[in-house]
């Protein structure tokens, strides 16, 4: 889902740089008031396990492959502000360092992965009634928000590419 420089023209990724922006900036005064520094070491592992299972690629037929985010069950254990944060500082290491995703795809890949993603899963976890006292229903509920957090931003992504002239 790593979108590539030259997919998306500047009437889509600027858009979405600007929106992903939005998000950033109340994830932070959010996770302020929400967390306190004894769970910066959650956070930044929490970033480290998505980056890891980042790596892992799975092939898909037509020549592309699909990964894990993780957003998900960052966003179950942390709240959905904290997965905008760690979600999003991995994918900007990744265009950066790496060159996975590219440098003017930033915002949209932040958008689908790191913003979409966390707020439908949590919200599907919770629709669903994961409480984490029930194991039968916690993993039912945690199964289904994974997935559908990830088939929403593989939607929006697919969506953002129909967009293009």
Known sequence: ??????????????????????????????????????????????????????????????GT??????????AILL????????????????AVVFGDGGITAIGANCFNMAVVMPFVSYGVFKLVGGDFKRPPRTYTAAFLSGYTGLTMSAILTGAEFGLQP
């Open 79 to 94: 709240g959905p502000w904290a997965a905008v944060i760690a979600v999003s500082v991995v994918l900007i290491i990744q």
């Open 1 to 62: 889902m790593h979108i590539p420089d030259g997919y998306l023209g500047p009437q889509t990724y600027a858009p979405l740089f600007g929106v992903s922006i939005a998000f950033w900036s109340v994830a932070m005064k959010k996770w302020k008031i929400e967390l306190s520094t004894k769970h910066i070491p959650y956070l930044a592992m929490a970033s480290v396990f998505s980056f890891l299972i980042m790596m892992f690629n799975i092939p898909i037929p037509g």
């Open 65 to 74: 492959t699909g990964h894990a985010v993780g957003g998900g069950i960052i």
